[in-house]
């Protein structure tokens, strides 16, 4: 079978002060079909520009692709116009941000907005937009839909609220939901609910997601497949009982002793001593790691680690591993 999408050495640069810096630096890997793929690393190392990137969201005049393609069911979606690509977006592939930062419009009833994302790809009556809006209210969980259709957003609570945007992501049951921190302002209870809704929903409608995140415990309960991204790139990828039980990347490891106990507000991953360097200080050569990773050794400054597999399945940028040196001359 064919991956549903395939991300092939992306690179997303950003304008800072005039000049443009690699936020994600040749990213490459495949969602199958009703698989759940999760991106983890912390704030700042590319996730949501990489998430941007596919959907060709990025801010424009700032942010750009330089590098790279992404094929959707076969198509480039580089070489599609906007036009084109407005009807990929919802349509094909939807996404979902964290609830703060979610589009609901506060001057138009819930209704009105589901609605409106049913209109953008289908042709129906009114009547029918709002019979069908207030059923996909029903399969996001909120009970009372013929009520709530009619209500606005501040009048709904965080977790109601996004299981809105859920229903207006699903509207046209897109084959790739992208999820970026979609439970991370929420508080455990109803993060829990709201990944159960996720779980069920890509059952039923065979969708594959994207479930960008920086918890851990999140990554265990949803996902097939894992990424890890460290500043702007991939250093770990495999499926998710392994990453568990046989992480490689140092960095990966520091993430597994840095998971948040259930009972306790962890805000990002904070138990990992340093930060992750900014786009403008990122080193030119090397392991991008070096300076917070415990197993550094004098050639992780000298030398890049290329992604590459120790083992069927398992890919893995470290010079600890002989897999990751590049060949004689071949350092980049
Ligand atoms: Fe650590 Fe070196 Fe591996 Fe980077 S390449 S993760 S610095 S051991
Ligand atoms: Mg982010």
Not at 82 to 92: F, I, P, S
């Amino acid at each position: 079978d064919a991956p549903l999408l395939e991300v092939k050495n992306l690179e997303t640069a950003f304008d800072i002060d005039g000049k443009y810096y690699n936020a994600v630096d040749g990213v490459s890997f495949k969602v199958n079909r009703r698989q759940v793929l999760g991106v983890v690393g912390e704030s700042g190392c590319g996730k949501s520009v990489m998430s941007l990137s596919i959907m060709k969201l990025l801010p424009k005049g700032i942010g750009k692709i330089g590098n790279g393609e992404v094929v959707f069911e076969g198509r480039n979606l580089e070489n599609l116009s906007e036009r084109e690509m407005n009807k990929v977006r919802g349509k094909d592939i939807s996404m979902i941000f964290q609830e703060p930062m979610t589009s609901l419009n506060p001057v138009f009833t819930v209704g009105f907005q589901v609605q409106e994302a049913l209109f953008n790809h289908m042709k129906i009556s009114k009547k029918e937009a709002r019979m069908k809006s207030i059923a996909l209210l029903k399969s996001v969980g909120i009970s009372r839909p013929e009520k709530i259709v009619d209500e606005y957003p501040h009048q709904l609570s965080g977790g109601m609220r996004q299981r809105v945007m859920i229903a207006i992501s699903i509207a046209c049951q897109p084959k790739l939901l992208i999820a970026d921190e979609p439970t991370t302002a929420l508080d455990v209870t109803v993060q829990a609910q709201i990944l159960e809704l996720l779980k069920e929903i890509q059952e039923v409608n065979d969708m594959s997601i994207i479930l960008i995140t920086h918890d851990l415990g999140v990554v265990a309960e949803m996902c097939d497949e894992v990424v890890v991204m460290y500043a702007g790139r991939i250093v770990e990828r495999t499926d998710v009982e392994t990453l568990f039980y046989n992480p490689k990347h140092p960095y990966t490891e520091l993430l597994m002793g840095a998971i948040p106990k259930l009972d306790e507000e962890v805000e990002e991953l904070s138990s990992i001593k340093g930060i992750v360097p900014s786009l403008k200080n990122m080193p030119e050569v090397g392991c991008r790691f070096a300076n917070r990773c415990p197993k550094a050794m004098p050639e992780c400054m000298e030398i890049t680690p290329k992604l590459a597999e120790t083992d069927k399945g398992h890919e893995v940028a470290c010079l600890l591993y002989e897999s990751s040196k590049p060949a004689e001359g071949m350092n980049v």
